[in-house]
């Protein structure tokens, strides 16, 4: 079972106002990933990181940043919420066997944030 | 280009039916595929993954898939629904030999009558 660990599960906070997603794994992947999902819509990947000290954007540009300090944590970061940020970040994680990338993902449980 | 196309956006089965969830891709390279399921507020768990060896992958909750090459498909099934499979499905196809190179499809919706 996947050790990766999403916080918080629900937001709700006003326009202007900064927040971090935390997102926490024990499994010490390199490979680490956030997603933006809409209700009932597909993922687009917004950030993902190779390990320490790297990261990059995705495909779906956001206004969010990410830092990778260490292994375990990758946070992302909206400096000025507004509505349109409205979402569900997914936090994700991709392992190794034997030196080489696998293929699955783990998932977190998701950040539901509502900027009103 | 590598996509992967789910023809379904949703599919509404009886209680104790068959489910079939279809699945598309392309790739120029040999792919891994997978596919998730995602309940209501929940994040994406795996049900079961292709990384090139036996074709039929037997999954979790009695799903399965079968890999066929030539038609480049990658079809979830199951015999009998039940309630509980009520959810959204994502095929998702990736490559070993890169860390970002992750594809999903737009996901189908399963609902289940009683």
């Known amino acids: 079972e996947a050790d990766i660990y999403q916080t918080p599960r629900y937001l709700v906070i006003g326009t202007g106002k900064k927040i971090t997603l935390e997102c926490s794994q024990t499994?010490?992947?390199?490979?680490m990933y956030w997603y933006q999902q809409d209700p009932g819509m597909e993922l687009h990947l917004i950030h993902y990181s190779y390990g320490v000290n790297s990261t990059e954007k995705g495909d779906l540009s956001s206004e969010s940043t990410v830092s990778r300090i260490r292994t375990e944590h990758f946070p992302l970061t909206l400096e000025s919420a507004r509505p349109s940020h409205t979402s569900q970040y997914l936090c994700?994680?991709?392992?190794?066997?034997?030196?080489?990338?696998?293929?699955?993902?783990?998932f977190g449980e998701g950040s539901r944030l509502t900027v009103l | 280009a590598q996509s992967v196309t789910q023809l379904d956006s949703h599919v509404s089965v009886s209680e104790g039916t068959p489910v079939l969830l279809r699945c598309n891709y392309s790739?120029?390279?040999?792919?891994?595929l997978f596919w998730y399921v995602q309940h209501p507020n929940k994040g994406l768990q795996l049900l079961l993954k292709y990384t090139s060896a036996a074709t039929l992958v037997k999954g979790i909750n009695g799903f399965e898939a079968e890999f066929k090459k030539s038609e480049t498909s990658f079809h979830l099934t199951k015999p009998s629904a039940h309630m509980s499979d009520a959810a959204e499905y994502f095929c998702?196809?990736?490559?070993?030999?890169?860390?970002?190179?992750?594809?999903f499809g737009s996901g189908t919706r399963l609902s289940i009558r009683p």
């Open positions: 998702v196809v990736s490559w070993y030999s890169s860390a970002s190179k992750i594809i």
């Open positions: 994700a994680t991709r392992g190794t066997s034997g030196g080489a990338l696998t293929g699955e993902l783990f």
């Open positions: 790739s120029s390279y040999s792919p891994s």
């Open positions: 499994m010490g992947h390199d490979k």
